[in-house]
């Protein structure tokens, strides 16, 4: 009968984040310096057919940025809900863990070093991701792994990749302004052509994502019974955090460094359809789209006509969250 709930929770949760992602994008659309009501900003997506100035606003300048936070909080979504997977550790998020700052410290010594090479960042990025995860991971583990071990060692691979990214920005102080922005983590002009880049990775991704959910399960069942059952813990272990990186790394190398993503949207989920993987990573990638719409939202109109970058406004409403969850897994 419990799990009858909780399916029934699953099925009524993903339909109602798919509305209110689909409200809040018409919202989000609307809201700025130029009000556009909803009425407008539906008619002008579907028929375009309004006046050439709230069509600019519009199709140009807020729907792509909607757009990309929605693609960004899905992928940091999943992302965060497959780390938690792997390192059966609630607190495991690519921000906090140090697997956002691995893709952007590889992402920056291309960008300073490199210029050339910039088309390449979304490669880089993920092989520094997938090397920050690989080194949490050996770490922490010490007969098994702990979240006290997993925070720590996160916050040790943080502050020697924020130290590489400070020493690389003072000794390259000239080029740096650019990328001190996209270092907090922000949509600030972005367009269609960096929708339209991050599209395929996205899809890629999350795709990937879903063909681990089986995998997640398994692991949650612990590396003995888990064993036992014929399946290769390593192997899926290796597969889920590679997707896991990948998910991070590409949301680092187009908007940089947004935290607290990835620890609070599965959390939320959890709570609500449980932990069965079908269930919690497809509603995971919604909400994550919802939270990051809304943030971004925020971000740029609450202190308007200064504009917040949402990486950090994500700092600020997820750090409580996060010490919260640290000391309830403390006990």
């Given at each position: 009968?419990?799990?009858r709930?909780?399916?029934?929770n699953?099925?009524?949760?993903?339909?109602?984040l798919?509305?209110?992602?689909?409200a809040?994008i018409?919202?989000a659309?609307?809201?700025?310096?130029?009000?556009?009501?909803?009425?407008?900003?539906v008619k002008?997506?579907?028929?375009?057919?309004?006046d050439?100035?709230s069509?600019?606003?519009?199709?140009?300048m807020r729907?792509?940025?909607?757009?990309?936070?929605?693609?960004?909080?899905?992928?940091l979504g999943?992302?965060?809900?497959?780390?938690?997977?792997v390192?059966?550790n609630?607190?495991?998020?690519?921000?906090?863990?140090?697997?956002?700052?691995?893709?952007?410290?590889?992402?920056?010594?291309?960008?300073l070093?490199?210029?050339?090479?910039?088309?390449y960042?979304?490669?880089?990025?993920?092989?520094?991701?997938?090397?920050?995860?690989?080194?949490?991971?050996?770490?922490?583990?010490k007969?098994?792994?702990?979240?006290?071990?997993i925070?720590l060692?996160?916050?040790?691979?943080?502050?020697?990749?924020?130290?590489?990214?400070?020493?690389l920005?003072?000794?390259?102080?000239?080029?740096?302004?650019?990328v001190?922005?996209?270092?907090?983590?922000?949509?600030?002009?972005?367009?269609w052509?960096?929708v339209?880049?991050?599209?395929?990775?996205?899809?890629?991704?999350?795709?990937?994502s879903?063909?681990?959910?089986?995998g997640?399960?398994?692991l949650?069942?612990g590396?003995a019974?888990?064993?036992s059952?014929?399946?290769?813990?390593?192997?899926?272990?290796?597969?889920?955090?590679?997707?896991?990186?990948?998910?991070?790394?590409?949301?680092?190398s187009?908007?940089?460094?947004i935290?607290?993503?990835?620890l609070?949207?599965?959390?939320?989920?959890?709570?609500?359809?449980?932990s069965?993987?079908?269930?919690?990573?497809?509603c995971?990638?919604?909400?994550g789209?919802?939270?990051?719409?809304?943030c971004?939202t925020?971000a740029r109109?609450?202190?308007s006509?200064?504009?917040l970058?949402?990486g950090?406004?994500?700092?600020?409403?997820?750090?409580?969250f996060?010490?919260?969850?640290?000391?309830?897994?403390?006990?």
């Amino acid at each position: 009968m419990k799990n009858r709930i909780k399916e029934q929770n699953a099925f009524l949760l993903f339909f109602m984040l798919l509305a209110v992602l689909i409200a809040a994008i018409v919202a989000a659309v609307g809201i700025g310096s130029v009000s556009i009501t909803p009425g407008v900003v539906v008619k002008s997506i579907l028929f375009r057919n309004q006046d050439e100035l709230s069509q600019n606003i519009i199709l140009n300048m807020r729907l792509p940025r909607a757009v990309l936070a929605v693609m960004v909080g899905m992928s940091l979504g999943s992302a965060g809900a497959l780390l938690q997977a792997v390192m059966k550790n609630p607190l495991a998020d690519p921000g906090i863990i140090g697997v956002s700052s691995g893709a952007s410290c590889v992402a920056v010594i291309v960008m300073l070093l490199f210029p050339a090479m910039s088309s390449y960042i979304p490669l880089f990025s993920f092989i520094g991701a997938s090397f920050a995860v690989a080194l949490v991971y050996l770490l922490s583990w010490k007969g098994g792994i702990s979240p006290v071990r997993i925070v720590l060692s996160g916050v040790a691979v943080n502050a020697v990749f924020g130290a590489i990214v400070s020493i690389l920005s003072i000794l390259n102080s000239d080029k740096i302004q650019g990328v001190l922005v996209w270092l907090n983590g922000s949509l600030a002009s972005k367009g269609w052509a960096t929708v339209q880049s991050l599209i395929p990775y996205l899809v890629v991704g999350l795709i990937l994502s879903l063909f681990c959910m089986s995998g997640c399960n398994t692991l949650q069942l612990g590396d003995a019974n888990a064993t036992s059952l014929g399946v290769n813990v390593t192997r899926v272990r290796v597969l889920v955090s590679l997707c896991a990186a990948f998910l991070a790394g590409m949301s680092v190398s187009f908007v940089g460094i947004i935290g607290f993503v990835g620890l609070v949207v599965p959390h939320i989920t959890r709570m609500i359809v449980g932990s069965d993987y079908r269930k919690l990573l497809p509603c995971s990638m919604l909400l994550g789209g919802c939270v990051l719409l809304i943030c971004d939202t925020l971000a740029r109109t609450v202190f308007s006509p200064v504009e917040l970058p949402v990486g950090s406004l994500m700092a600020i409403a997820g750090g409580p969250f996060f010490l919260y969850q640290l000391r309830k897994s403390r006990g």
